[in-house]
């Protein structure tokens, strides 16, 4: 259980999990998990025969089907993805099943688009992209009494596109009390809980796979607070609940399956209504694979990170951190984004609905200073959630290594989000291109695209604050924050994607400013190469 002066258990993990780039004996690179002298394999995905599928089915549940006609939401993707969900609103905000539907596909659904892999497995590609395309995710509502759809505890399947309620009944004061009273869920009509099942992703990452479940959580997010802010329904981000009772509302054993996150939408319609005792799920869901592996490190951590009450996360999140931004040491340059008038009117479901990973950018030319302003800026301002600050500085720091941006030196620059300025750490150096892709884990794509934005966060004052639950918070704000910019950049008419990297590599890199800081994720973009 977390106590907030234990962080060893964190800190502990990322080493043991931080990618590397050696050079052996016959001076060939070999890549390896961990850190020296403990080292490992990167990769695991040795048998074949147990890839776990990355569907959760319940055999026995009767499906419901949902609407498939929506109505479209009117607010520009840039507009929504800017919204940090807990503006003030004194009207009530109920959903319904359309919104619920809405905010379930383009969290957790298909895209449907189908590629096969070198293993010979079909993947089928989800509303939000997720690492290795091994998605892990499960997504749950838990609500009351909806215009059209009874209160209780509902699983959205992908794979059919469906509810299947899990339990009758108001189930929301079993959430609040688990989550020591967050004040977003106090007055929520719904709950959407983000579960991971680690072996999914971990079949292929080994212990790297409980990094990715906050990466991929933290994805899933960005797009469910803007699809949110579209419905025009408030948002609060809830990390801070009682991991056992929140596993026992949903029928997940905590081990193989755990909740990761909540979020809390809407407002008004009544509390939740008391409830007695919860009696134990008991539904089958089919396995995954004949045989499943477990990684020791991600039980061990995520035992490390859990709060065993509702009282504990109460206390958790009391003081959430404020984080100022140490004053620019160069003179900052002022971004320049473009104005609500003249931002490009696409609605978010289509924005999402479009979203690819880009791998290939045109190296040719720039992308403007406006669009480049307008991506920071509108994939900046924060989210509402129950242990971060309103209106403090994020948890972790932009850094950016520009390669091809007009009006700007080709460099490296931190964001100053609050002050909606870049400031330069430095300018030129050789090779710029060669070391941004051998830094995203030897891939070409970020040598090509625009910009490279990393998100680094010193993990020191972080842990400190909220001990080992902490890293849970570090991982996912980072990357909620890139799901944000990966969107936003569709919206413009640009590509990103996501990637890994040598952890201790990027640090120096952008060192002496990152000195001390972790890396926790990286997201590339710029102008999609055009083909032919
Ligand atoms: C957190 C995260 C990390 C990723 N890392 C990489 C990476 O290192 N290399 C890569 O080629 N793709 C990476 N991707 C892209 C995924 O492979 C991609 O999202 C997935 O295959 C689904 O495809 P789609 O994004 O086009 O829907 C990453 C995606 C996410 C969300």
Request: proline share 7%.
């Given at each position: 259980?977390?106590?907030?002066?234990?962080?060893?258990?964190?800190?502990?993990?990322?080493?043991?999990?931080?990618?590397?780039?050696?050079?052996?004996?016959?001076?060939?690179?070999?890549?390896?998990?961990?850190?020296?002298?403990?080292?490992?394999?990167?990769?695991?995905?040795?048998?074949?025969?147990?890839?776990?599928?990355?569907?959760?089915?319940?055999?026995?549940?009767?499906?419901?089907?949902?609407?498939?006609?929506?109505?479209?939401?009117?607010?520009?993707?840039?507009?929504?993805?800017?919204?940090?969900?807990?503006?003030?609103?004194?009207?009530?905000?109920?959903?319904?099943?359309?919104?619920?539907?809405?905010?379930?596909?383009?969290?957790?659904?298909?895209?449907?688009?189908?590629?096969?892999?070198?293993?010979?497995?079909?993947?089928?590609?989800?509303?939000?992209?997720?690492?290795?395309?091994?998605?892990?995710?499960?997504?749950?509502?838990?609500?009351?009494?909806?215009?059209?759809?009874?209160?209780?505890?509902?699983?959205?399947?992908?794979?059919?596109?469906?509810?299947?309620?899990?339990r009758s009944g108001d189930q929301r004061e079993a959430l609040l009390k688990a989550s020591g009273s967050a004040p977003g869920l106090a007055e929520a009509p719904v709950a959407l809980v983000l579960t991971s099942t680690f072996w999914r992703?971990?079949?292929?990452?080994?212990?790297?796979?409980?990094?990715?479940?906050?990466?991929?959580?933290?994805?899933?997010?960005?797009?469910?607070?803007?699809?949110?802010?579209?419905?025009?329904?408030?948002?609060?981000?809830?990390?801070?609940?009682?991991?056992?009772?929140?596993?026992?509302?949903?029928?997940?054993?905590?081990?193989?399956?755990?909740?990761?996150?909540?979020?809390?939408?809407?407002?008004?319609?009544?509390?939740?209504?008391?409830?007695?005792?919860?009696?134990?799920?008991?539904?089958?869901?089919?396995?995954?694979?004949?045989?499943?592996?477990?990684?020791?490190?991600?039980?061990?951590?995520?035992?490390?990170?859990?709060?065993?009450?509702?009282?504990?996360?109460?206390?958790?999140?009391?003081?959430?951190?404020?984080?100022?931004?140490?004053?620019?040491?160069?003179?900052?340059?002022?971004?320049?984004?473009?104005?609500?008038?003249?931002?490009?009117?696409?609605?978010?479901?289509?924005?999402?609905?479009?979203?690819?990973?880009?791998?290939?950018?045109?190296?040719?030319?720039?992308?403007?200073?406006?669009?480049?302003?307008?991506?920071?800026?509108?994939?900046?301002?924060?989210?509402?959630?129950?242990?971060?600050?309103?209106?403090?500085?994020?948890?972790?720091?932009?850094?950016?290594?520009?390669?091809?941006?007009?009006?700007?030196?080709?460099?490296?620059?931190?964001?100053?989000?609050?002050?909606?300025?870049?400031?330069?750490?430095?300018?030129?150096?050789?090779?710029?291109?060669?070391?941004?892709?051998?830094?995203?884990?030897?891939?070409?794509?970020?040598?090509?695209?625009?910009?490279?934005?990393?998100?680094?966060?010193?993990?020191?004052?972080?842990?400190?604050?909220?001990?080992?639950?902490?890293?849970?918070?570090?991982?996912?704000?980072?990357?909620?924050?890139?799901?944000?910019?990966?969107?936003?950049?569709?919206?413009?008419?640009?590509?990103?994607?996501?990637?890994?990297?040598?952890?201790?590599?990027?640090?120096?890199?952008?060192?002496?400013?990152?000195?001390?800081?972790?890396?926790?994720?990286?997201?590339?973009?710029?102008?999609?190469?055009?083909?032919?």
């Open positions: 259980m977390t106590d907030n002066r234990d962080t060893s258990a964190a800190l502990a993990f990322h080493a043991a999990t931080k990618y590397v780039a050696l050079r052996d004996a016959s001076g060939e690179v070999q890549y390896a998990m961990g850190t020296p002298p403990t080292l490992e394999r990167t990769i695991w995905q040795e048998d074949l025969s147990i890839e776990p599928r990355p569907y959760k089915v319940y055999p026995n549940l009767r499906p419901m089907g949902l609407p498939t006609e929506l109505p479209p939401t009117g607010l520009p993707a840039l507009a929504a993805l800017a919204r940090t969900g807990g503006e003030p609103a004194r009207q009530t905000r109920i959903p319904d099943l359309s919104a619920l539907t809405r905010l379930a596909r383009l969290t957790n659904g298909l895209l449907h688009r189908r590629a096969q892999t070198q293993t010979g497995r079909v993947v089928e590609f989800r509303t939000a992209g997720g690492t290795g395309a091994r998605y892990h995710l499960e997504l749950y509502f838990v609500c009351g009494d909806l215009p059209d759809l009874s209160a209780g505890v509902y699983h959205y399947a992908a794979a059919d596109d469906s509810l299947r309620q899990l992703n971990a079949w292929r990452y080994k212990a790297r796979a409980y990094r990715h479940t906050f990466w991929d959580a933290g994805t899933s997010l960005a797009n469910c607070l803007a699809v949110a802010a579209a419905l025009e329904l408030p948002t609060q981000v809830v990390l801070g609940f009682a991991d056992g009772a929140v596993n026992a509302l949903l029928g997940v054993d905590g081990e193989r399956e755990a909740a990761i996150a909540v979020c809390a939408i809407g407002r008004g319609g009544g509390g939740p209504a008391g409830v007695g005792d919860l009696p134990p799920l008991e539904h089958l869901t089919e396995p995954l694979s004949s045989a499943e592996v477990t990684f020791a490190a991600i039980p061990r951590m995520h035992a490390a990170s859990s709060l065993a009450s509702g009282e504990a996360a109460a206390a958790w999140r009391q003081q959430p951190l404020q984080r100022v931004l140490t004053p620019p040491r160069q003179p900052p340059i002022a971004l320049s984004p473009l104005d609500d008038e003249v931002i490009p009117r696409a609605p978010i479901e289509d924005v999402i609905m479009a979203r690819r990973s880009t791998r290939h950018y045109d190296t040719e030319r720039p992308i403007t200073f406006e669009l480049f302003s307008t991506l920071l800026d509108r994939s900046t301002r924060g989210f509402a959630a129950d242990c971060l600050a309103d209106a403090a500085s994020p948890l972790h720091d932009g850094y950016l290594i520009v390669n091809a941006v007009e009006g700007l030196a080709p460099g490296l620059y931190l964001h100053r989000p609050l002050e909606g300025s870049i400031e330069p750490l430095k300018i030129g150096g050789t090779a710029l291109r060669a070391q941004a892709a051998h830094l995203a884990f030897d891939q070409q794509y970020a040598a090509d695209a625009h910009v490279n934005s990393y998100y680094l966060t010193d993990l020191g004052p972080v842990l400190a604050h909220y001990g080992n639950r902490g890293y849970r918070l570090a991982q996912l704000e980072a990357a909620l924050f890139a799901g944000r910019l990966h969107l936003a950049a569709h919206a413009l008419g640009l590509g990103a994607v996501g990637s890994t990297s040598f952890d201790d590599e990027v640090v120096d890199f952008f060192s002496p400013r990152a000195a001390g800081a972790s890396f926790m994720f990286v997201l590339v973009f710029g102008a999609r190469r055009r083909r032919g």
